[in-house]
């Protein structure tokens, strides 16, 4: 039970990080994450979500990932790193799933809205949301581990932007519109 709770207080804590996170900064270092991360000890991707545009200048991480994707961070802590690992694996893999759907379900909102809810655009649109709700992203990959002094297990996952348009619906015009608009915001670069 308290694992339960402690994860949904996490994709609170995280949604309200995502809501900062769309917000544009001219440098991740002024965020105050960051910030917390430096003082922490941690690295600068730990518990943090962001898109691979919003990477600028490799604040959040230098890796060799060069595609546009999404990046998040897991974290979890058991009696062995390997435990740990696997859990903070599908922490960040739970994250990226839950973020990826809570933007394609808001740029899904904004176009029905756009669209002066006609009856096809509004019959599109929920067909959409409960084709996403359903959906199940492969091809996440984990591109960093750090462990913390206490034994926490941070990694930061990744998922490029062809493994999110593949598992998503492309059954309508509709639907082909939301991923299309996506899939460009993910490799913008916010100044």
């Known amino acids: ?46 518990d943090v979500q962001f898109k691979s545009g919003w990477n600028k200048g490799g604040y ?9 994707g999404y990046f998040a961070s ?11 690992t696997s859990a903070a694996d599908l922490d960040g893999k739970a994250q990226i799933a839950f973020f990826v759907k ?4 808001a740029i899904a909102k904004q176009e029905s809205d756009a669209a002066d809810s006609d009856s096809k655009t509004q019959t599109a649109y929920k067909d959409f949301q409960s084709s996403v709700a359903q959906v199940k992203i ?17 990694v930061l996952m990744f998922v490029p932007s062809n493994e999110i348009k593949r598992a998503m619906p492309s059954d309508s015009e509709f639907s082909q519109k939301v991923m299309d608009i996506y899939v460009n915001s ?3 670069d916010k100044d």
């Open 1 to 46: 039970m308290k694992k339960i709770l402690g994860a949904v207080l996490a994709a609170m804590v995280l949604t309200a990080f995502a809501g900062c996170a769309s917000r544009p900064t001219r440098d991740a270092r002024d965020t105050s994450a960051y910030q917390q991360n430096l003082k922490m000890n941690l690295p600068a991707w730990a």
């Open 60 to 68: 959040y991480w230098k890796g060799p990932v060069d595609e546009a």
């Open 138 to 154: 492969s091809g996440i990959i984990r591109v960093d581990r750090y462990i913390a002094d206490d034994g926490t297990v941070y």
């Open 102 to 105: 809570q933007e394609l379900n």
């Open 186 to 188: 993910l490799s913008e």
């Open 74 to 84: 897991g974290k979890a802590k058991y009696s062995d790193v390997k435990t740990s």
